[in-house]
Protein backbone atom coordinates (compact mmCIF):
# COMPACT_ATOMS: atom_id res chain seq x y z
CA UNK A 1 0.00 0.00 0.00
CA UNK A 2 0.50 3.45 0.28
CA UNK A 3 1.64 6.02 -2.57
CA UNK A 4 5.51 7.12 -2.89
CA UNK A 5 5.98 5.94 0.64
CA UNK A 6 3.09 8.24 1.44
CA UNK A 7 0.01 6.51 3.19
CA UNK A 8 -3.09 7.03 1.07
CA UNK A 9 -6.28 8.08 3.52
CA UNK A 10 -9.84 7.68 2.66
CA UNK A 11 -11.92 10.84 4.51
CA UNK A 12 -15.07 9.48 3.43
CA UNK A 13 -16.43 5.90 3.80
CA UNK A 14 -19.62 4.36 4.79
CA UNK A 15 -21.03 1.95 7.55
CA UNK A 16 -24.79 0.76 5.36
CA UNK A 17 -26.76 0.38 8.61
CA UNK A 18 -29.54 -0.98 7.05
CA UNK A 19 -28.36 -4.03 5.73
CA UNK A 20 -28.92 -5.37 8.94
CA UNK A 21 -29.91 -2.49 11.05
CA UNK A 22 -30.15 -5.06 14.27
CA UNK A 23 -26.65 -5.17 14.51
CA UNK A 24 -25.72 -1.63 14.38
CA UNK A 25 -28.24 -0.47 16.73
CA UNK A 26 -30.02 -3.75 18.75
CA UNK A 27 -27.34 -4.83 21.30
CA UNK A 28 -26.26 -1.04 21.75
CA UNK A 29 -29.66 0.89 22.56
CA UNK A 30 -30.81 2.84 25.18
CA UNK A 31 -33.11 0.16 27.63
CA UNK A 32 -35.39 3.19 27.77
CA UNK A 33 -36.14 2.70 24.35
CA UNK A 34 -35.64 -0.77 23.62
CA UNK A 35 -39.24 -0.91 22.86
CA UNK A 36 -39.45 1.99 20.43
CA UNK A 37 -36.27 0.44 18.20
CA UNK A 38 -38.20 -2.38 17.91
CA UNK A 39 -40.95 -1.45 16.27
CA UNK A 40 -38.47 1.30 14.49
CA UNK A 41 -36.74 -1.74 13.46
CA UNK A 42 -39.99 -4.05 12.59
CA UNK A 43 -41.00 -1.24 10.15
CA UNK A 44 -37.81 -0.42 8.46
CA UNK A 45 -37.39 -4.37 7.60
CA UNK A 46 -41.07 -3.84 6.14
CA UNK A 47 -40.65 -1.21 3.79
CA UNK A 48 -37.16 -2.82 2.77
CA UNK A 49 -37.85 -3.92 -1.22
CA UNK A 50 -34.22 -5.96 -1.32
CA UNK A 51 -31.26 -6.05 1.09
CA UNK A 52 -29.04 -3.28 1.23
CA UNK A 53 -32.13 -1.12 0.20
CA UNK A 54 -32.53 2.17 2.88
CA UNK A 55 -36.08 2.46 4.06
CA UNK A 56 -35.14 5.47 5.85
CA UNK A 57 -36.49 8.34 2.98
CA UNK A 58 -39.66 6.82 2.80
CA UNK A 59 -40.83 5.74 6.39
CA UNK A 60 -38.86 8.31 8.22
CA UNK A 61 -41.79 10.89 7.22
CA UNK A 62 -40.50 13.65 5.72
CA UNK A 63 -43.71 16.08 6.33
CA UNK A 64 -46.05 16.77 8.27
CA UNK A 65 -49.14 16.12 6.08
CA UNK A 66 -48.18 13.12 4.95
CA UNK A 67 -49.00 11.35 7.57
CA UNK A 68 -52.30 9.86 9.37
CA UNK A 69 -54.07 11.69 11.61
CA UNK A 70 -52.66 11.27 15.27
CA UNK A 71 -49.65 9.67 13.92
CA UNK A 72 -46.30 11.65 14.02
CA UNK A 73 -43.83 8.36 13.30
CA UNK A 74 -43.85 5.73 10.75
CA UNK A 75 -42.93 3.04 12.91
CA UNK A 76 -45.78 4.06 15.56
CA UNK A 77 -48.35 3.62 12.92
CA UNK A 78 -50.91 0.86 12.78
CA UNK A 79 -49.26 -1.65 11.15
CA UNK A 80 -49.99 -2.01 7.55
CA UNK A 81 -49.03 -3.05 3.93
CA UNK A 82 -46.29 0.22 3.32
CA UNK A 83 -47.67 2.00 -0.07
CA UNK A 84 -46.52 1.98 -3.66
CA UNK A 85 -43.98 -0.20 -2.75
CA UNK A 86 -42.98 -4.25 -2.36
CA UNK A 87 -42.86 -5.76 0.70
CA UNK A 88 -39.21 -6.98 1.30
CA UNK A 89 -37.75 -7.91 5.36
CA UNK A 90 -35.54 -10.27 2.85
CA UNK A 91 -32.90 -11.60 5.79
CA UNK A 92 -29.21 -10.60 5.61
CA UNK A 93 -26.98 -13.49 4.44
CA UNK A 94 -23.42 -13.98 3.26
CA UNK A 95 -25.41 -14.89 -0.49
CA UNK A 96 -26.26 -11.18 -0.81
CA UNK A 97 -23.78 -9.16 -2.80
CA UNK A 98 -24.07 -5.41 -3.40
CA UNK A 99 -23.19 -5.36 -7.14
CA UNK A 100 -21.29 -2.06 -8.56
CA UNK A 101 -20.56 -0.61 -12.17
CA UNK A 102 -18.80 -2.69 -14.00
CA UNK A 103 -20.01 -5.53 -12.07
CA UNK A 104 -17.84 -5.45 -9.05
CA UNK A 105 -19.13 -6.69 -5.71
CA UNK A 106 -19.04 -5.48 -2.27
CA UNK A 107 -19.45 -8.18 0.50
CA UNK A 108 -22.07 -6.21 3.15
CA UNK A 109 -20.29 -7.93 5.91
CA UNK A 110 -18.27 -5.08 5.56
CA UNK A 111 -20.97 -3.31 7.64
CA UNK A 112 -20.84 -5.40 10.22
CA UNK A 113 -17.22 -7.34 10.11
CA UNK A 114 -13.88 -4.91 10.17
CA UNK A 115 -12.16 -7.76 8.74
CA UNK A 116 -13.96 -7.71 5.53
CA UNK A 117 -13.50 -3.77 4.95
CA UNK A 118 -9.31 -3.99 5.81
CA UNK A 119 -9.53 -6.71 2.76
CA UNK A 120 -11.61 -4.10 0.62
CA UNK A 121 -8.81 -1.56 2.17
CA UNK A 122 -6.12 -3.00 0.90
CA UNK A 123 -7.39 -4.58 -2.52
CA UNK A 124 -7.81 -0.50 -3.60
CA UNK A 125 -4.65 0.58 -2.11
CA UNK A 126 -5.78 2.37 1.34
CA UNK A 127 -4.35 2.86 4.41
CA UNK A 128 -6.61 4.80 6.66
CA UNK A 129 -10.30 5.22 6.27
CA UNK A 130 -12.82 7.57 8.29
CA UNK A 131 -16.04 5.94 8.24
CA UNK A 132 -19.89 8.42 7.90
CA UNK A 133 -23.02 6.36 8.94
CA UNK A 134 -25.40 6.36 5.87
CA UNK A 135 -28.71 8.23 6.04
CA UNK A 136 -28.45 8.55 9.87
CA UNK A 137 -29.06 12.45 9.57
CA UNK A 138 -32.32 11.60 8.45
CA UNK A 139 -33.35 10.54 12.02
CA UNK A 140 -34.21 14.43 12.45
CA UNK A 141 -37.53 13.44 11.12
CA UNK A 142 -38.28 11.34 14.37
CA UNK A 143 -40.72 13.13 16.54
CA UNK A 144 -39.17 12.66 19.43
CA UNK A 145 -35.76 13.87 19.95
CA UNK A 146 -34.62 11.65 22.97
CA UNK A 147 -34.99 8.91 20.39
CA UNK A 148 -32.80 10.46 17.75
CA UNK A 149 -30.40 10.72 20.75
CA UNK A 150 -30.77 6.91 21.95
CA UNK A 151 -30.21 6.17 18.45
CA UNK A 152 -27.15 8.11 17.74
CA UNK A 153 -25.93 7.25 20.73
CA UNK A 154 -26.21 3.52 20.01
CA UNK A 155 -24.25 3.63 16.62
CA UNK A 156 -21.52 5.72 18.39
CA UNK A 157 -21.53 2.48 20.47
CA UNK A 158 -21.02 0.13 17.86
CA UNK A 159 -18.57 1.91 15.78
CA UNK A 160 -15.94 2.01 19.12
CA UNK A 161 -16.15 -1.58 19.03
CA UNK A 162 -16.30 -1.87 15.12
CA UNK A 163 -13.17 0.06 14.86
CA UNK A 164 -11.54 -1.38 17.84
CA UNK A 165 -9.72 -4.10 16.35
CA UNK A 166 -8.20 -2.58 13.24
CA UNK A 167 -4.52 -1.57 14.49
CA UNK A 168 -5.18 2.33 14.21
CA UNK A 169 -6.50 1.99 10.32
CA UNK A 170 -10.35 2.68 10.98
CA UNK A 171 -11.53 6.46 12.17
CA UNK A 172 -15.08 6.99 12.39
CA UNK A 173 -17.48 10.02 12.35
CA UNK A 174 -20.36 10.36 14.86
CA UNK A 175 -23.67 11.49 14.03
CA UNK A 176 -24.89 14.85 15.96
CA UNK A 177 -27.89 15.45 17.04
CA UNK A 178 -28.74 18.79 15.75
CA UNK A 179 -31.56 19.23 17.79
CA UNK A 180 -29.75 18.29 20.95
CA UNK A 181 -26.46 20.08 20.62
CA UNK A 182 -25.67 19.82 24.76
CA UNK A 183 -26.12 16.25 23.69
CA UNK A 184 -23.98 16.29 20.69
CA UNK A 185 -21.22 18.43 22.79
CA UNK A 186 -21.48 15.65 25.48
CA UNK A 187 -20.83 12.57 22.92
CA UNK A 188 -17.90 14.75 21.20
CA UNK A 189 -16.02 14.78 24.63
CA UNK A 190 -16.73 11.57 25.90
CA UNK A 191 -15.35 9.83 22.31
CA UNK A 192 -12.58 12.20 22.41
CA UNK A 193 -11.03 10.89 25.53
CA UNK A 194 -12.30 7.57 25.46
CA UNK A 195 -11.54 6.42 21.89
CA UNK A 196 -8.47 7.03 20.07
CA UNK A 197 -10.28 6.07 16.65
CA UNK A 198 -12.91 8.95 17.55
CA UNK A 199 -12.44 11.49 14.41
CA UNK A 200 -15.25 14.24 15.72
CA UNK A 201 -18.78 15.05 15.10
CA UNK A 202 -20.62 15.24 11.62
CA UNK A 203 -23.12 17.73 10.62
CA UNK A 204 -25.73 18.12 8.21
CA UNK A 205 -25.34 21.08 5.35
CA UNK A 206 -28.71 22.91 6.81
CA UNK A 207 -30.28 22.72 10.08
CA UNK A 208 -33.05 20.39 10.90
CA UNK A 209 -35.27 23.15 11.29
CA UNK A 210 -34.65 24.64 7.95
CA UNK A 211 -31.72 27.58 8.76
CA UNK A 212 -28.50 27.72 7.37
CA UNK A 213 -25.16 26.60 8.99
CA UNK A 214 -24.49 30.18 10.64
CA UNK A 215 -26.84 29.28 13.53
CA UNK A 216 -25.33 30.35 16.67
CA UNK A 217 -27.17 27.26 18.21
CA UNK A 218 -24.21 25.61 16.59
CA UNK A 219 -21.62 27.70 18.28
CA UNK A 220 -21.35 25.29 21.37
CA UNK A 221 -20.37 22.39 19.16
CA UNK A 222 -17.96 24.61 17.24
CA UNK A 223 -16.13 25.67 20.10
CA UNK A 224 -15.86 22.02 21.56
CA UNK A 225 -14.52 20.81 18.48
CA UNK A 226 -12.20 23.87 18.13
CA UNK A 227 -11.14 23.31 21.95
CA UNK A 228 -10.47 19.34 21.33
CA UNK A 229 -8.81 20.06 18.31
CA UNK A 230 -11.35 17.94 16.23
CA UNK A 231 -12.69 18.91 13.19
CA UNK A 232 -16.21 19.72 11.93
CA UNK A 233 -17.37 16.74 8.87
CA UNK A 234 -20.06 18.56 6.90
CA UNK A 235 -22.27 15.88 5.37
CA UNK A 236 -25.70 14.88 4.03
CA UNK A 237 -28.00 13.09 1.64
CA UNK A 238 -29.91 13.69 -1.24
CA UNK A 239 -33.92 14.44 -1.32
CA UNK A 240 -34.40 13.50 2.57
CA UNK A 241 -34.65 15.25 5.56
CA UNK A 242 -33.42 17.84 6.21
CA UNK A 243 -33.82 19.45 2.78
CA UNK A 244 -31.11 22.08 1.18
CA UNK A 245 -32.52 24.21 -1.86
CA UNK A 246 -33.35 22.32 -4.75
CA UNK A 247 -35.17 19.10 -3.62
CA UNK A 248 -35.80 17.66 -7.17
CA UNK A 249 -32.48 18.26 -8.61
CA UNK A 250 -30.68 15.14 -9.71
CA UNK A 251 -28.23 13.47 -6.84
CA UNK A 252 -25.27 14.61 -7.76
CA UNK A 253 -26.30 18.31 -8.38
CA UNK A 254 -27.73 18.14 -5.34
CA UNK A 255 -24.90 17.42 -2.94
CA UNK A 256 -23.06 20.00 -5.12
CA UNK A 257 -25.93 22.66 -4.29
CA UNK A 258 -26.03 21.42 -0.66
CA UNK A 259 -22.58 22.19 -0.43
CA UNK A 260 -22.41 26.00 -1.75
CA UNK A 261 -25.26 26.07 0.86
CA UNK A 262 -23.40 24.65 3.72
CA UNK A 263 -20.05 27.01 2.73
CA UNK A 264 -21.97 30.30 2.13
CA UNK A 265 -23.17 29.91 5.65
CA UNK A 266 -20.25 28.87 7.39
CA UNK A 267 -18.19 31.73 6.15
CA UNK A 268 -20.57 34.67 5.83
CA UNK A 269 -21.79 33.59 9.25
CA UNK A 270 -18.08 34.51 10.79
CA UNK A 271 -18.10 31.08 11.88
CA UNK A 272 -14.14 30.81 11.05
CA UNK A 273 -13.72 33.91 12.15
CA UNK A 274 -15.61 32.96 15.72
CA UNK A 275 -13.32 29.65 16.17
CA UNK A 276 -10.18 30.92 14.57
CA UNK A 277 -8.57 27.15 15.20
CA UNK A 278 -11.96 25.30 13.76
CA UNK A 279 -11.13 23.35 10.76
CA UNK A 280 -14.46 22.07 8.65
CA UNK A 281 -14.92 19.63 5.58
CA UNK A 282 -17.27 19.15 2.86
CA UNK A 283 -17.75 15.76 2.20
CA UNK A 284 -19.77 14.40 -1.07
CA UNK A 285 -20.20 17.77 -2.33
CA UNK A 286 -17.57 17.67 -5.19
CA UNK A 287 -15.21 20.64 -5.98
CA UNK A 288 -15.37 21.95 -9.19
CA UNK A 289 -17.92 25.08 -8.25
CA UNK A 290 -15.43 25.98 -5.51
CA UNK A 291 -13.22 28.44 -7.36
CA UNK A 292 -16.48 29.89 -8.69
CA UNK A 293 -18.09 30.61 -5.41
CA UNK A 294 -15.06 31.66 -3.52
CA UNK A 295 -14.73 34.66 -6.45
CA UNK A 296 -18.59 35.35 -6.04
CA UNK A 297 -18.39 35.15 -2.25
CA UNK A 298 -15.58 37.60 -2.15
CA UNK A 299 -17.63 39.93 -4.53
CA UNK A 300 -20.21 39.56 -2.26
CA UNK A 301 -19.37 39.78 1.37
CA UNK A 302 -17.45 42.46 2.89
CA UNK A 303 -16.02 41.73 6.04
CA UNK A 304 -17.86 43.62 9.26
CA UNK A 305 -20.51 45.09 6.87
CA UNK A 306 -24.01 44.47 7.83
CA UNK A 307 -24.88 41.45 6.08
CA UNK A 308 -22.04 39.52 7.28
CA UNK A 309 -20.89 41.28 10.53
CA UNK A 310 -18.71 38.33 11.91
CA UNK A 311 -16.92 37.66 8.97
CA UNK A 312 -13.19 39.52 10.08
CA UNK A 313 -11.45 38.04 6.38
CA UNK A 314 -12.16 37.59 2.34
CA UNK A 315 -13.57 34.34 2.10
CA UNK A 316 -10.50 33.26 -0.34
CA UNK A 317 -8.10 34.35 2.67
CA UNK A 318 -10.40 31.75 4.82
CA UNK A 319 -10.46 29.10 2.25
CA UNK A 320 -6.52 29.55 2.28
CA UNK A 321 -5.88 29.78 5.83
CA UNK A 322 -6.18 25.84 6.07
CA UNK A 323 -9.47 26.09 8.30
CA UNK A 324 -11.54 24.97 4.65
CA UNK A 325 -11.51 21.89 3.50
CA UNK A 326 -13.22 19.82 0.69
CA UNK A 327 -13.25 16.39 -0.50
CA UNK A 328 -12.71 15.24 -4.06
CA UNK A 329 -14.15 12.26 -5.55
CA UNK A 330 -11.27 10.44 -7.59
CA UNK A 331 -12.88 10.69 -10.96
CA UNK A 332 -13.81 14.02 -11.33
CA UNK A 333 -13.17 16.00 -14.38
CA UNK A 334 -12.61 19.48 -13.27
CA UNK A 335 -9.84 18.21 -10.21
CA UNK A 336 -7.00 19.97 -12.20
CA UNK A 337 -8.62 23.04 -12.41
CA UNK A 338 -9.50 23.58 -8.52
CA UNK A 339 -5.88 22.40 -7.36
CA UNK A 340 -4.35 25.12 -9.94
CA UNK A 341 -6.99 27.80 -8.47
CA UNK A 342 -7.18 27.77 -4.81
CA UNK A 343 -3.78 25.59 -4.13
CA UNK A 344 -2.85 22.05 -3.49
CA UNK A 345 -3.74 22.14 0.25
CA UNK A 346 -7.94 22.37 0.65
CA UNK A 347 -8.44 19.02 -0.88
CA UNK A 348 -9.38 15.33 0.79
CA UNK A 349 -9.38 12.18 -1.34
CA UNK A 350 -12.09 9.88 -0.88
CA UNK A 351 -13.66 7.02 -2.36
CA UNK A 352 -17.17 6.87 -0.72
CA UNK A 353 -16.92 2.92 -0.37
CA UNK A 354 -19.16 0.68 -0.10
CA UNK A 355 -22.21 2.99 -1.74
CA UNK A 356 -23.17 2.34 -4.93
CA UNK A 357 -21.04 4.99 -6.95
CA UNK A 358 -17.55 4.11 -4.83
CA UNK A 359 -14.87 4.60 -7.08
CA UNK A 360 -13.34 1.46 -5.33
CA UNK A 361 -10.91 -0.15 -5.84
CA UNK A 362 -9.70 2.32 -8.57
CA UNK A 363 -9.50 5.86 -6.88
CA UNK A 364 -6.45 5.55 -5.84
CA UNK A 365 -4.96 5.16 -9.95
CA UNK A 366 -7.29 7.90 -10.79
CA UNK A 367 -5.39 9.89 -8.77
CA UNK A 368 -2.05 8.77 -9.06
CA UNK A 369 -2.49 8.45 -13.06
CA UNK A 370 -3.47 12.07 -13.56
CA UNK A 371 -0.30 13.66 -15.81
CA UNK A 372 -2.19 16.74 -15.12
CA UNK A 373 -1.28 17.34 -11.20
CA UNK A 374 2.01 17.52 -9.63
CA UNK A 375 3.72 14.88 -7.23
CA UNK A 376 2.93 17.56 -4.58
CA UNK A 377 -0.81 17.85 -5.77
CA UNK A 378 -1.32 13.75 -5.22
CA UNK A 379 0.64 13.76 -1.94
CA UNK A 380 -0.84 16.55 -0.19
CA UNK A 381 -4.44 14.90 -1.20
CA UNK A 382 -4.09 11.64 -0.97
CA UNK A 383 -1.68 11.92 2.69
CA UNK A 384 -0.76 15.27 3.90
CA UNK A 385 -3.83 17.22 3.88
CA UNK A 386 -6.27 14.45 5.82
CA UNK A 387 -3.34 14.78 8.65
CA UNK A 388 -3.79 18.50 8.82
CA UNK A 389 -7.82 17.62 9.00
CA UNK A 390 -6.96 15.44 11.44
CA UNK A 391 -4.09 15.73 13.13
CA UNK A 392 -5.03 12.52 15.46
CA UNK A 393 -4.16 10.46 11.88
CA UNK A 394 -0.42 11.76 12.87
CA UNK A 395 -0.28 9.68 16.45
Known sequence: MSYQGHPVIDTDSHIYQFWDLDRSYKPYIDPAYREKFQRFSATARAWTR????SPFPDFVWQAPPSHPMGVYDAFDAPQTDPPDRERGGTPVGAKHRQILRGGREIDPACNW??????????????????IFPSSSDSFCAISDVGFEAALSGAYNRFMTEYCSGAQGRLLWVAGSVMRDIPESVAQLRHWAEHDENFGGTFISRVCPDGTMLDNPNLHPL??????????IWVHGGAQRPPFTPWVDAPNSLYHSVGGMFAMTALIAGGVFDLFPRLRIGLFESFSGWMPYLVEKLDEGYRPGSPQAPYLKRKPSEIVASGQLFCAIEADEGQLEHVVADLGEHPWLFTTDYP??????????????????????AKINLLEQNAKRFLPRLCR
Do not use: C, N, Y
Open 50 to 53: FPGD
Open 113 to 130: DPTVRLKDMDKAGIDFSA
Open 222 to 231: FAASQELDLP
Open 355 to 376: HPGTSWPDGLPQITERKGLAES
